[in-house]
């Protein structure tokens, strides 16, 4: 392969690494795009866990969050460190907070808006996760900001369940 067809080649590749990374336009919005992100993640998680078990879910889960890894070190050496339009990792993040919920609408409400807190606010570890480098630190803080809002919603879920009003 010639030099000029390896950088056609090259660019095509981490354009498409670019719109999987970005959610295509998702990322680009002028406002919030990790919140539209997130929101997107919820809608079509909605979707899967009405169909799908939850061992295939996690299995989805940890693809994704590969995928994640993979597209957004890509995207960063264009797109700079943590860049905005990434939102990939928002899905992954959305999705490992949303696995353990019942399937209704109040819990997804609030997967949704604990994750946002956690992936905003980034408590420890989860700042200091984003130091790791390249697609790892912009996925891997987004997990952590998933499993701190799962386990919120375990804790409110036993606290209710003990009340007897779940």
């Known amino acids: 392969m010639d030099k000029m067809a390896k950088t056609v080649s090259n660019r095509m590749f ?14 680009r919005l002028p406002v919030a795009p990790g919140t ?11 979707w899967l866990a009405g169909v799908f078990q939850f061992a ?12 994640s890894i993979i597209v957004s070190t890509i995207a960063e050496r264009c797109l700079g460190c943590d860049a905005r339009p990434i939102v990939i990792d928002e899905v992954v993040g959305q999705w490992l907070a949303l696995l353990w919920c019942p399937h209704s609408w109040i819990w997804f409400a609030g997967g949704f808006i604990l994750f946002r807190v956690f992936d905003i606010f980034k408590p420890f570890p989860v700042r200091a996760s984003q130091k790791l480098p390249g697609g790892w630190g912009v996925t891997i803080d987004d997990i952590l900001a998933g499993l701190y809002a799962a386990l919120c919603l375990y804790f409110i ?3 209710f369940d003990g009340l007897g009003t779940l």
């Open 14 to 27: 981490s354009g498409v690494a670019i719109q999987i990374a970005t959610l295509g336009p998702v990322g």
């Open 36 to 46: 539209w992100g997130s929101g997107a993640a919820a809608i079509l998680w909605w």
């Open 56 to 67: 295939l879910l996690a299995s989805f889960i940890v693809l994704l969050a590969i995928l």
């Open 157 to 159: 879920g036993r606290f």
